[in-house]
């Protein structure tokens, strides 16, 4: 269980100790996500106590200063569906709580081998009553629209009547700071109950959203380990099941409280699924639910653990990352990995460019099949990025939005969000890794191969041709300090390969008699593909033979720069502090966009270049952003500059679990946590997997030991281990496979050490 345990003693229950808490011990699964919440509540303090479903949404308003064409007026945002954390319990009359009595033991405990958190408290009444409460709770993995509370209580020094009272809230709103652009900025009625009925001893509450015309039916089942008195009631769409039994002195009682979540999305019949749901899961002993979660994670830590040695510290911190990955990313096509994962309200669960360009690859190497399913998410909502480009002016390709979670638009300040037109080419990038890495020709043919073409179309609308170079204007890159730009360094690099694969896929497609089906749907032509061809080989790639760099965009070395060193620590983030517009006039950057190029795209650079142009950009990127010092590792390790690198990686390893931008409590930090992944296996260990092959130039930090993890490449499963002395791949199944290391290559049949 090394480094798959979490544990904090004495808990402190200040306001930020206990939001923080409840992101870090939340429970998801990929389809639902309850935030850890106290079930008994808190007193007088606020809490973003939330059960969130993996693209369910509402729609909300968003008003515009001024009503000009194309600009969102209405949004999705992801909704508190229901509260079915609250259980509070009695002694006689004294009711449990952290903040009165006196707490003689407390700890929380996240268990990322069997997958629950759990609350231990030992508690003192006022009357001197002591008893020990441990809580356990467990989101399936094996059934995703099932969390359990298993609530137990044991008497230490009394016997006496005990009660619960166990609550089904349908009554709920989504927390909104008006003071934070991150999370909503205001409160509104969302859901509408629709019915709400008790049968066989089981609760259900149907609710509608207002605008969106989704539906979910959630349901509550409470079965106690003695007998009692129990009563069950409904009334203005809360229920309440409440339970007296007496306890004797050294007895335990146990509460389990199963609750199933389902959403008319996934489900046609939300109600009669909720009772089949239910009915499975409460025919099996609850032994058997513990034991198919273990089993799950057992074959997902078989793939995905990263084992480090020499620093116990950050290694627990990379692998509570990688299991907030599993718990994020949902397992079917309706959804996708919202900024925050199923853990908090930030950014109102949007899916953005993160998941493609620095979550993806972890699942591309680990699990290629939950990769596959978000590319079927992107697939599934291809006519609106269609529909989203025909609304920006271009005739044909598809633009996909910058913030979505159904598929429209969702960013309000489209500067810094509809203008950057990156997000379509980052997508057929992470088309053509899965590609790479899988040779799954068979997604290529029905679903990828489609996006590659209709995202290509769009960069020939957006782009023109000026004195023999392909340009592409006024669009914005990933650094959202520098907007709307004339040929944003990254989006013409990014734009290029998703133009020259496009015509690749077209010719594999093509000698593979496949192509006709998808040409013959969106009414491909063969002039087409020579135009993606004319248009990548001429695209205009900014650089400046002065510095040797390549400027982030046109304009971008004739700007001021930026006194990042004399800005006083209490103005960061920037862009709380500074108006829009004196942000864009300087150089200065929110996180790395030529920098990230030059790890996605860098065979488009000689090596000279991308060291210039990394200690330029590193002395005005302020990393204001989650997504940017994992780049920064990523790159410095390319460049062998590792104490740089190992800084870097540091600083985006323990982020969430140590909540080092002190803003965790409103969600962990997908991306960060998938550029944390890449910044080991990308940067430490230096694998590129190109359409020339699989290559490695592996290094280890002074502070480590050892380190050992495992990719998927072309269906075999490929350990690999760096220790001071050596590196070791090991094929653990599969055929062999031809590896480069150090850019010598060696077939791999059973082990290949390298010193």
Aim: aromatic share 12%; hydrophobic share 35%; proline share 2%.
């Amino acid at each position: 269980m090394k480094n798959k345990m979490y544990e904090i003693k004495n808990l402190k229950l200040d306001k930020n100790s206990l939001m923080l808490n409840e992101t870090i011990f939340h429970n998801a699964n990929g389809y639902i996500g309850i935030r850890s919440s106290f079930e008994e509540g808190y007193e007088g303090i606020d809490s973003i106590r939330g059960s969130y479903i993996n693209g369910f949404y509402d729609i909300a308003e968003m008003k515009q200063a001024e009503k000009l064409y194309g600009l969102v007026e209405d949004k999705q945002t992801m909704l508190n569906v229901v509260d079915t954390q609250g259980i509070e319990f009695f002694i006689d009359d004294e009711k449990f709580t952290m903040f009165d009595g006196e707490i003689l033991e407390s700890s929380r405990t996240l268990n990322m081998e069997e997958g629950y958190a759990l609350r231990r408290v030992v508690w003192r009444s006022k009357k001197g009553k002591e008893i020990e409460i441990i809580i356990k709770r467990m989101a399936s993995f094996v059934r995703l629209p099932l969390f359990i509370i298993d609530y137990s209580v044991k008497a230490l020094n009394f016997s006496s009547l005990i009660s619960f009272k166990s609550t089904h809230i349908g009554e709920v709103t989504n927390y909104c700071d008006p003071n934070d652009p991150r999370v909503a900025r205001d409160s509104f009625k969302h859901l509408i109950p629709v019915e709400g009925f008790i049968e066989d001893g089981c609760s259900y509450l149907v609710t509608k959203t207002s605008r969106s015309n989704l539906e979910v039916c959630t349901s509550v089942k409470n079965v106690i380990s003695k007998e009692g008195i129990f009563e069950n009631k409904i009334e203005n769409h809360n229920a309440v099941f409440s339970a007296k039994t007496q306890i004797q002195q050294g007895e335990s009682v146990k509460l389990v409280k199963y609750a199933v979540f389902c959403d008319s999305i996934r489900f046609k019949d939300i109600v009669l699924s909720s009772k089949k749901i239910m009915e499975e899961a409460l025919s099996v002993n609850l032994g058997v639910l513990y034991h198919e979660q273990r089993e799950y994670l057992k074959d997902y830590w078989s793939k995905a653990s990263i084992e480090i040695e020499g620093d116990e510290e950050l290694s627990l911190a990379v692998n509570y990352n990688l299991y907030q990955l599993i718990q994020s990313v949902s397992k079917d096509e309706f959804g996708n990995i919202p900024a925050k994962g199923l853990s908090g309200e930030g950014y109102e669960g949007h899916y953005f460019w993160d998941t493609e360009m620095y979550i993806q690859p972890f699942f591309m190497l680990t699990y290629p099949e939950i990769s596959k399913k978000l590319i079927e998410y992107r697939y599934h909502i291809l006519d609106y990025a269609r529909e989203n480009a025909r609304i920006l002016g271009h005739e044909k390709g598809a633009l996909y939005p910058w913030r979505t979670i159904m598929g429209k638009e969702c960013s309000g300040y489209f500067p810094s969000g509809t203008a950057q037109y990156h997000i379509s080419g980052d997508i057929a990038h992470s088309i053509v890794s899965y590609y790479l890495v899988t040779k799954d020709l068979d997604l290529m043919e029905k679903k990828g191969a489609e996006i590659l073409f209709e995202t290509a179309r769009l960069w020939i609308s957006a782009g023109n041709y000026y004195k023999g170079k392909f340009h592409i204007n006024d669009v914005t890159g990933p650094d959202e300090y520098t907007c709307i730009v004339n040929n944003n360094y990254y989006t013409n690099v990014c734009a290029k390969n998703n133009l020259i694969w496009a015509k690749k896929i077209y010719e594999i497609l093509k000698e593979k008699d496949l192509i006709k089906r998808v040409a013959d749907k969106i009414g491909l032509t063969y002039d087409e593909i020579e135009e993606f061809q004319r248009a990548s080989e001429n695209m205009y790639i900014p650089y400046d033979e002065e510095l040797k760099i390549n400027p982030q965009d046109d304009s971008f070395l004739k700007k001021a720069v930026l006194d990042i060193e004399n800005t006083p620590k209490e103005n960061f983030p920037l862009l709380l502090n500074y108006h829009p517009l004196y942000l864009y006039r300087h150089q200065v950057c929110k996180q790395p966009d030529t920098v990230l190029s030059h790890f996605v795209f860098e065979d488009e650079e000689d090596t000279l270049t991308i060291r210039n142009s990394f200690l330029y950009y590193e002395k005005i990127t302020t990393h204001d952003s989650s997504l940017s010092t994992c780049i920064f590792s990523i790159v410095a390790s390319k460049l062998r500059l590792y104490n740089k690198a190992f800084n870097y990686f540091g600083d985006s390893a323990k982020l969430d679990l140590f909540d080092t931008h002190k803003n965790t409590k409103d969600g962990i930090h997908t991306a960060n946590i998938g550029g944390n992944y890449m910044a080991i296996v990308y940067g430490f260990c230096g694998l590129r997997i190109k359409e020339s092959g699989i290559y490695f130039n592996p290094f280890i930090p002074e502070k480590w030991d050892m380190y050992r993890f495992k990719i998927q490449f072309e269906g075999s499963l490929i350990q690999v281990e760096v220790d001071k002395e050596k590196t070791i791949f090991t094929l653990l199944s599969g055929d062999e496979k031809r590896i480069n290391v150090y850019d010598k290559e060696y077939v791999l049949k059973d082990k290949v050490i390298v010193a």
